[in-house]
């Protein structure tokens, strides 16, 4: 499916349909449609009955096919959670031997005589050789082979890469849109967890974490040392990696420092009263610190390192922070 936001973009896709490019590649906020505009477009590209718009029609035998996840000329590269394992604490990564049995099949012939699509996403998930076997194929593109990528992160891949595709901005839906969404799909909570989220309305309701995200915004307003290391212990049992944590935090200090301008919060509007407060007592210095020590550890969100320990030490040095010290 497209969701409305994206119609326009699909409509210059439609538009040019007789001329592609053999590679695009979607940009845009996460959380915000690009992988099913992605998949939408693959299955209007190997449709064998594509309406005169451009749209699938939904019946042919190709359609069917990508419907049920069985197109044979469909190839989608995603990074793979091991069969009984839990994500946990581990970056997930599409690795060179998935982009190799690609590769080899795209260079057979069709198996229903028309096009292949390869999706990949996100494609800033490839680690480095898993890269460098896509750019060689994008460099000498199979004979009607067509590449979709997707990123959240368009910064994180290689130049070489977005040089040889043709790239599209996906813009994320207005506010109204996106609440209007929500809404729909009866979510609790939805205007606070839609700032959470950056004004993006696909996320993975997660209430538990999202109950121990709140958590420690009450403690971030009133901190207190042995709480703190309370907190610490707690968030471990959760298996969740530093990154989740540092997300929490980075956005309570760029509403701090919103605080600090007189602005209002954008990430957590709810807590407008004790982002001020905070605000008020303490310096753009100190927080240009403290925030300084979070960029430092984001290299390492994932890393194996004890994610309690750096949580009390983080919460420390926060706890300082909000004392003056």
């Known amino acids: 499916m497209i969701y409305p936001w994206h119609q326009n973009q699909w409509q210059q896709i439609a538009a040019h349909r007789q001329n592609l490019p053999n590679a695009w590649l979607f940009t845009g906020k996460e959380n915000t449609g690009k992988t099913a505009f992605a998949r939408y477009t693959a299955q209007a590209l190997l449709c064998e009955q594509p309406d005169a718009n451009g749209n699938p029609c939904g019946t042919c035998p190709s359609c069917h096919l990508f419907e049920q996840n069985s197109h044979p000329d469909f190839y989608e590269l995603t990074p793979e959670i091991p069969e009984g394992e839990a994500v946990g604490r581990k970056l997930l990564q599409i690795k060179i031997d998935a982009v190799r049995d690609v590769v080899d099949n795209i260079h057979l012939t069709s198996v229903r005589g028309g096009r292949r699509i390869v999706l990949i996403h996100p494609a800033e998930s490839m680690n480095l050789q898993a890269a460098n076997g896509i750019l060689k194929a994008l460099e000498e593109p199979p004979e009607n082979v067509i590449f979709l990528l997707v990123t959240h992160a368009r910064d994180k ?169």
């Open 157 to 325: 891949l290689l130049p070489t890469i977005k040089s040889r595709c043709r790239q599209m901005v996906l813009p994320p839906p207005s506010y109204q849109q996106a609440l209007e969404y929500l809404e729909q799909h009866q979510i609790e909570n939805a205007r606070p967890l839609l700032a959470f989220h950056g004004g993006a309305p696909l996320f993975e309701p997660e209430p538990d974490l999202d109950a121990l995200r709140e958590k420690l915004l009450d403690l971030l307003a009133t901190p207190r040392l042995l709480a703190m290391l309370d907190y610490a212990a707690e968030f471990d049992k959760y298996k969740q990696p530093l990154a989740v944590f540092l997300d929490w935090i980075h956005k309570w200090l760029l509403d701090v420092g919103l605080a600090q301008q007189q602005l209002p919060p954008l990430y957590y509007p709810e807590h407008a009263a004790a982002l001020m407060q905070t605000g008020a007592k303490t310096t753009p210095a100190s927080l240009f610190t403290l925030t300084g020590r979070l960029n430092r550890l984001s290299p390492y969100g994932y890393h194996t390192l004890s994610v309690k320990m750096q949580l009390e030490a983080l919460l420390t040095e926060y706890l300082q922070f909000w004392q003056n010290k």
